[in-house]
T-cell receptor, first 111, second 113 residues
Framework: NAGVTQTPKFQVLKTGQSMTLQCAQD?????MSWYRQDPGMGLRLIHY???????DQGEVPNGYNVSRSTTEDFPLRLLSAAPSQTSVYFC??????????FGEGSRLTVL | GQQLNQSPQSMFIQEGEDVSMNCTSS?????WLWYKQEPGEGPVLLIA?????ELTSNGRLTAQFGITRKDSFLNISASIPSDVGIYFC?????????????FGTGTRLTIIP
């Protein structure tokens, strides 16, 4: 049972480049979300989805896009990377409770 | 947005000691959760609390949902080396919901040999 799978695990981008962080879960969870983790700031919610075709913004959505075409996948797109987006990104999924299952994280550096 | 104050920020203890940490919010939460994160990994759920006053245990871990609904506490008894990590509280205003889960800044636990 793979759980929540994130790819890539590491990525280096130049300012202005775009990329997509992939997230897939095999637990048939309706709820999926993306968080970023920065030193001393805990995890902050970027975007979330309560089901296929439904997405909404979290606390820090600027510079990121998401879509949810299937229950399993929830990709996060960086439109034009900036150094301020250097962070560790976590995808999470759950049923309807707050009991999130997290992926192992994607470490992004923007130069 | 919501603010969660978690304390202490770090703890240095000896193996066998008990640990206490807490989390307070600026508003009322209906769900409190505690997660643990180890280096290079994503957070893992330890305990979930859904009712004010609720006291729930998971092995040597015990967490409480404060009666004011603005705080929560986590205790670890008789710490062991594998308890090392960062502990996060998280809360939601939703009933059993997770749409807007807010995380604390974490308590880093180190065990001194």
């Amino acid at each position: 049972n793979a759980g929540v799978t994130q790819t890539p695990k590491f990525q280096v981008l130049k300012t202005g480049q775009s990329m997509t962080l992939q997230c897939a879960q095999d637990m048939n969870h309706e709820y999926m979300s993306w968080y970023r983790q920065d030193p001393g700031m805990g995890l902050r919610l970027i975007h979330y989805s309560v089901g296929a075709g439904i997405t909404d913004q979290g606390e820090v959505p600027n510079g990121y896009n998401v879509s949810r075409s299937t229950t399993e996948d929830f990709p996060l797109r960086l439109l034009s990377a900036a150094p301020s987006q250097t962070s560790v990104y976590f995808c999470a999924s759950s049923y309807w409770t707050g009991e999130l299952f997290f992926g192992e994280g994607s470490r992004l550096t923007v130069l | 947005g919501q603010q969660l104050n978690q304390s202490p920020q770090s703890m240095f203890i000896q193996e066998g000691e008990d640990v206490s940490m807490n989390c307070t919010s600026s508003s009322i939460f209906n769900t409190w959760l505690w997660y643990k994160q180890e280096p290079g990994e994503g957070p893992v759920l330890l305990i979930a609390l859904y009712k004010a006053g609720e006291l729930t245990s998971n092995g040597r871990l015990t967490a409480q949902f404060g009666i004011t609904r603005k705080d929560s506490f986590l205790n670890i008894s008789a710490s062991i080396p594998s308890d090392v990590g960062i502990y996060f509280c998280a809360g939601s205003e939703e009933d059993f919901g997770n749409e807007k889960l807010t995380f604390g800044t974490g308590t880093r636990l180190t065990i001194i040999p």
